[in-house]
């Protein structure tokens, strides 16, 4: 293997990513198994099932993959996927088209190297908002840099538990840099917007792109930090709001919101673009679409 690519931060950081990918997985079946259906009383606590995943091979050279792990139809969840991985190889020129939308990319960083984590919830009941988190380390042989962040999706808002939201997500900003907060949280409001439907896809969040400090072990601690506060605030948010009651038009605009998000992730949602162009197994890419969705 290309020396690039087994360095002892990329094994660092690829752990890391692992690690909160099971304490994930587990606390959702925590959550399946504590609380009650908003359904029907006989739904089953669901579990994650589990499924490899891999890069297309360039030519006879390993590309890397991960670990797919997805629940559906449980009494909390109707569909949530956590997935963790770590893919490497050649910059190809569709990969290279999609970071020069926001990075220059030089000639010479022919090699890449990404590992990280994304995570996105639907839920049965139309009063627990869905939320979509992922974090990231993508590696050339040049740089190195972190991107990520989290979002939060209501169907039928609360400002209670979105205000909750934006203080835990500023709380842990804050205590890294204090500018991140608003300069993080301006760029998800600019990121998660459906243009031609001209709205936002959900209440926001942070989301950061390209983090860079020049000091890797700074930037790292607060991409880990963000994943400890997705641990902290998200599962408690759920505990609060599975037991409300709900009525099915709440359903039907919890189905209608979910053609929002659905033309988001397909037309244009980055991470989705760059794991098809870069090969990625599509089933892990497409993890986000939720189980169900209308349009009017």
Not at 49 to 58: A, D, F, I, N
Not at 77 to 103: A, I
Not at 240 to 258: A, M, N
Request: charged fraction near 30%.
């Amino acid at each position: 293997m290309n020396e690039f690519y087994a360095t002892e931060r990329n094994e660092i950081a690829s752990d890391w990513f692992v690690d909160l990918s099971t304490e994930i997985c587990s606390t959702f079946e925590e959550l399946e198994l504590e609380l009650p259906s908003s359904q029907q009383e006989d739904i089953k606590p669901g579990q994650f099932s589990y499924r490899k995943t891999t890069r297309k091979p360039e030519g006879d050279k390993e590309t890397g993959g991960g670990l797919m792990a997805k629940m559906v139809a449980g009494k909390v969840f109707e569909k949530v996927g956590v997935n963790v991985s770590t893919v490497y190889g050649t910059l190809s020129p569709e990969m290279v088209k999609v970071l020069n939308k926001r990075k220059t990319i030089k000639k010479e960083q022919s090699s890449f190297w990404a590992t990280g984590i994304s995570v996105v919830t639907h839920l049965n009941n139309p009063r627990v908002p869905a939320v979509h988190f992922n974090t990231r380390m993508f590696a050339t042989e040049q740089e190195v840099w972190f991107g990520g962040g989290m979002d939060l999706n209501p169907c039928l808002e609360n400002t209670k538990e979105t205000a909750r939201f934006h203080k835990a997500l500023k709380d842990i900003c804050d205590k890294h840099d204090e500018s991140y907060y608003l300069k993080f949280k301006e760029q998800a409001d600019k990121y998660f917007y459906v243009p031609h439907r001209e709205r936002a896809r959900g209440v926001g969040g942070i989301f950061f792109d390209d983090l860079d400090s020049g000091h890797w072990e700074k930037d790292f601690a607060f991409v880990r930090d963000i994943g400890n506060t997705f641990l902290d605030v998200y599962p408690s948010i759920v505990s609060d709001l599975q037991e409300e009651e709900w009525t099915p038009e709440d359903k039907e605009k919890q189905l209608l919101h979910r053609g929002l998000y659905t033309e988001f992730n397909l037309i244009y949602d980055r991470g989705t673009k760059f794991g098809l162009v870069s090969k990625h197994d599509p089933e892990a890419v497409l993890m986000s679409l939720p189980p169900l969705a209308k349009w009017a």
